[in-house]
């Protein structure tokens, strides 16, 4: 007990050090050799239930962040997020939930071309990702959210994501989708997917940076 309650402690210094989640591999790469992280991690998450400060796993990962039902007294002290448009957020929208997804199929979802900037902006916020190429004619680019996407919107996976009724509720999907549809993993290649090559680069990617 005494070693786990002395692991807690370590892993509490980590994670309040921490500029982001980190992972139990981070953990063990940091702590001394056949260390109870799980147990641990456990011993903290009891510690912290009910406080100002809760211990919550993001993106595959565990940091500390504020208890949700006080968020509203950070409300006038944080800097404004940067808005996406009604286009990036349903294009966001659509390839979380049909990932792999290519640039015609997300087209196809919507029912409008998509601008050049939409899916530029997602891929400068890091919040989606290019994934692989699709196993058909001209083999387009496929893309997937990232952990940055889980992290931004306080999920621990995909599956996570809020239910198909809520995101129609915000009116982030308003298609009908197929009685079959099922959340797939963003990180496993699909059977008609080819991994990326070191050369493969975006359809079309604007530096929006490297303009200043």
Aim: hydrophobic share 45%; no cysteine.
């Amino acid at each position: 007990m005494t070693d786990r309650m002395e692991t807690a402690r370590e892993i509490e210094a980590l994670l309040f050090a921490a500029a982001g989640p980190l992972t139990d591999a981070d953990l063990a790469k940091r702590l001394p050799e056949g260390a109870d992280i799980a147990g641990a991690l456990g011993e903290l998450a009891e510690r912290y239930q009910g406080r100002g400060v809760v211990l919550a796993q993001v993106a595959g990962g565990w940091r500390f962040q504020t208890a949700e039902d006080l968020a509203w007294l950070m409300t006038e002290e944080r800097d404004e997020p940067r808005r996406l448009s009604k286009a990036a957020q349903e294009t966001l929208a659509i390839i979380a939930y049909h990932q792999p997804v290519t640039r015609a199929e997300i087209e196809a979802v919507r029912g409008v071309q998509a601008s050049r900037g939409t899916l530029d902006v997602l891929l400068e916020l890091g919040l989606v990702r290019m994934r692989g190429r699709r196993r058909t004619p001209g083999r387009p680019v496929t893309y997937g959210t990232t952990d940055a996407f889980l992290e931004h919107y306080g999920l621990a996976s995909l599956s996570d994501l809020p239910g198909l009724a809520e995101m129609k509720a915000a009116g982030l999907l308003s298609m009908d989708l197929p009685p079959d549809f099922a959340v797939p993993d963003p990180n496993l290649a699909q059977a008609d997917e080819d991994p990326l090559e070191a050369t493969d680069a975006p359809e079309f990617h604007v530096d929006f940076l490297a303009e200043e």
